[in-house]
């Protein structure tokens, strides 16, 4: 692990990544030369509206790329290590060991056909064949009290025996199975109803709090954020604009989008999806435009935004922005 500004140590480390999909019109560049860190012992929430990239860069950080897909450039470094030079065997040991993701919709990611436990003894075997069925139950039933599940109502159950709130749940429970460094959490509620939501995302606080487990929390709503994130990053058209502490994002954000989000949502109890569209439409990541990638909806613009791709600059010891213009407009 190396040391970051201000002391605290990177767990992983994004340099200069590049995804991109063949698509029929051409091209189509989801994550375009991303950096970003994330530390030891945070929450960093993901926020962006809808296409931004944010699922395709928590799926490269475990080089899970759908077939039409390549990561075209760049590093991700874990514990030393970069992702993108590793075998498959090493990925496979990688995986769910020391970095876990819950999927977008991972609700349906069950088996229908196996008992939650059998999935748990699956997933354990996988990684230790020489693991105790005894141990992985003990481990199972300790999980599922962390996810406010009860053990043995839910570990000899089928998934379609189980509420969509118990699914996801179960699929938190499963994905610290091995322990791993960093919890990759990729909408966890989209799914569920708000009282579930609710009472899902208290769970996730408190899972944060007894373990001290390092996550990425992507998420349309900003008010999860606030809830549960010690730092945001903030993603348009495929790179990261702003990074600070949620105090920060909230109370002074530096970047033009990021003031455009927080504007739009009537207060922070809002869903970036909920927000009133800001004015121009979306980038087209198979056209994106030259510059600033936000420099189209941009109120600050000026004629170098639209020539120059802003660099992700150090504003103090935990705040990044992207904007040729964040001094002056501070
Ligand atoms: N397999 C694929 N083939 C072509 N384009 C893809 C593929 N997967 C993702 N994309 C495109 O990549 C871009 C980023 O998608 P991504 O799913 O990461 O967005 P997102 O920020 O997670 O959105 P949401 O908030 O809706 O989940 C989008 O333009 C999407 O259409
Ligand atoms: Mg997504």
């Known amino acids: 692990m190396s040391s970051a500004a201000g002391g605290k140590e990177v767990l992983l480390s994004i340099r200069g990544l590049t995804v991109e999909f063949r698509v029929p019109r051409g091209i189509l560049r989801a994550v375009d030369n991303l950096d970003l860190d994330v530390y030891s012992d945070e929450v960093l929430g993901l926020v962006g509206e809808s296409g931004c990239g944010k699922s395709v860069l928590a799926h490269t950080i475990l080089r899970i790329v759908d077939p039409n897909g390549r990561i075209a450039s ?112 990729d909408e966890p509620f989209s799914a569920l109803d708000v009282l579930t939501q609710k009472f899902f995302l208290k769970t996730l606080v408190d899972i944060r709090r007894e373990t001290k487990k390092s996550m990425i929390f992507i998420t349309h709503d900003l008010a999860q954020v606030a809830e549960i994130a010690d730092r945001v990053a903030v993603m348009y058209g495929g790179v990261i604009v702003e990074a600070a502490s949620v105090e920060d994002i909230f109370y002074r954000p530096r970047h033009p989008y990021t003031r455009a989000l927080l504007k739009a949502v009537p207060s922070i109890v809002g869903s970036v999806d909920e927000l009133k569209p800001l004015p121009g439409p979306l980038p087209d990541p198979v056209n994106p435009p030259p510059g600033c990638e936000f420099h189209p909806r941009c109120p600050h613009r000026v004629e170098i935004c639209s020539r120059v791709r802003p660099n992700l600059e150090r504003v103090d010891d935990v705040s990044l922005v992207a904007c040729h213009r964040w001094r002056e407009l501070n």
Do not use: C
């Open 74 to 185: 760049g590093k991700i470094i874990f514990g030393g290590r970069d992702i993108l030079s590793m075998s498959k065997e090493e990925l496979r040991r990688f995986r769910w060991k020391e970095i876990a993701i819950v999927f977008q919709g991972a609700f349906n990611s069950f088996n229908p056909v196996m008992r939650i436990f059998e999935h748990m003894v699956d997933t354990t075997l996988a990684h230790d064949e020489n693991a105790k069925k005894d141990e992985i139950l003990k481990r199972s039933k300790e999980l599922m009290r962390m996810v406010r599940l009860d053990p043995e109502a839910v570990l000899e159950r089928y998934p379609h025996e189980l509420s969509g709130g118990m699914k996801q749940r179960a699929v938190a429970a499963m994905a610290m199975l091995l322990d791993p460094k960093l919890l990759i959490l």
